[in-house]
């Protein structure tokens, strides 16, 4: 177990000044631990800390607390997700004081993919509060000390708090507006859906310098490397909010037979590379979806290895 009067590790390196890279690692949908450690493996040493998702697509997994209790214990730094969709206040607020309690130090605050798109579609939604409000509790609960209904908090959470961005939904000139609020609610870092339009995804960041939100907060620019041309087409058609240019989509057919999974690494090496040079920027989070074994290849490829020690 970690020590518990300990801070977050990704905070350290961003405050150092460091490029941070964090990965992302999805629980087994059973209590599979051994499956879940085999995963995380890949990834200790490789990144600053790992991202623990939260019923994502809505679909039944471990709980992220639990996932992110193993990790812990496996010595890889977790960030916790919460989602609104599942949690009254009263189980947030508990879920926030528990994690706390076990040494997790990072928590993202989201608001979670709508049921019907899980293997539950008839399940009640709950959504007591919504992600940036969710910002705004964990922030009074850690600085303030208080519960929402401003009663003392013995032990207030040491978290460090995440919220996500996504520079591509409609409408896009309200998106860097929507991070600002995020930012004014209590984020400490966002990090951002996954990056394909680069020409877009520059122009936001623009934005975002023009209005000085990256001095208020760390920026963390989503990557996911493509595996196949079936994969890029179905997240530009089927996943909301993705921007998948048809130029990526003609680069990857053009890879040729058995290639496709390279180009795919190689393309998410380039943006690496200029999301390091990019203002504004401040690392990268990888989201290698059930391709945790590629992560420490990726890590040595794109120049982030060793992470640092701080």
């Known amino acids: 177990m970690s020590d518990l009067k300990s801070g977050s590790n990704l905070e350290k390196v961003l405050k150092a000044g460091h490029f941070a890279f964090t990965g992302e690692c999805g629980p087994p949908k059973g209590a599979n631990v051994e499956h879940l450690k085999e995963k995380v493996a890949h990834l200790k040493g490789m990144v600053d800390?790992?991202?623990?998702t939260d019923n994502q697509t809505a679909v039944v997994r471990m709980s992220s607390w639990a996932a992110s209790t193993i990790m812990l214990q496996e010595g890889v730094e977790p960030n916790f997700q919460m989602v609104c969709r599942d949690r009254n206040r009263l189980a947030m607020m508990s879920d926030i004081l528990g994690v706390s309690a076990m040494g997790i130090r990072n928590m993202l605050c989201l608001s979670g993919d709508h049921q019907r798109f899980g293997n539950h579609p008839q399940s009640k939604n709950v959504y007591d509060i919504d992600s940036m409000q969710l910002i705004a509790l964990a922030k009074k609960m850690r600085d303030e000390g208080r519960f929402l209904n401003d009663e003392e908090i013995d032990v207030p959470p040491r978290l460090f708090i995440g919220a996500a961005a996504n520079p591509f939904a409609e409408p896009h000139e309200f998106r860097p507006y929507r991070l600002a609020k995020k930012v004014e609610a209590g984020a400490d870092f966002i990090q951002t859906q996954c990056i394909y339009n680069m020409d877009r995804f520059r122009a936001f960041m623009k934005r975002v310098v023009d209005m000085g939100i990256h001095e208020k907060c760390s920026i963390l620019a989503g990557v996911t490397p493509m595996k196949s041309v079936g994969m890029a087409k179905y997240m530009g058609k089927m996943v909301p909010g993705m921007d998948v240019p048809?130029?990526?989509?003609?680069?990857?057919?053009?890879?040729?037979?058995?290639?496709?999974?390279?180009?795919?690494?190689?393309?998410?090496?380039?943006?690496?590379?200029?999301?390091?040079?990019?203002e504004g920027v401040a690392g990268v989070h990888l989201m290698a979806i059930e391709w945790e074994h590629r992560v420490p290849e990726i890590a040595e490829r794109a120049g982030m290895l060793p992470r640092p020690r701080v």
């Open 49 to 52: 800390a790992v991202n623990v």
């Open 246 to 278: 048809d130029e990526l989509i003609q680069r990857l057919q053009g890879a040729g037979k058995g290639k496709v999974a390279e180009e795919g690494i190689r393309f998410a090496l380039e943006q690496i590379e200029e999301f390091r040079e990019m």
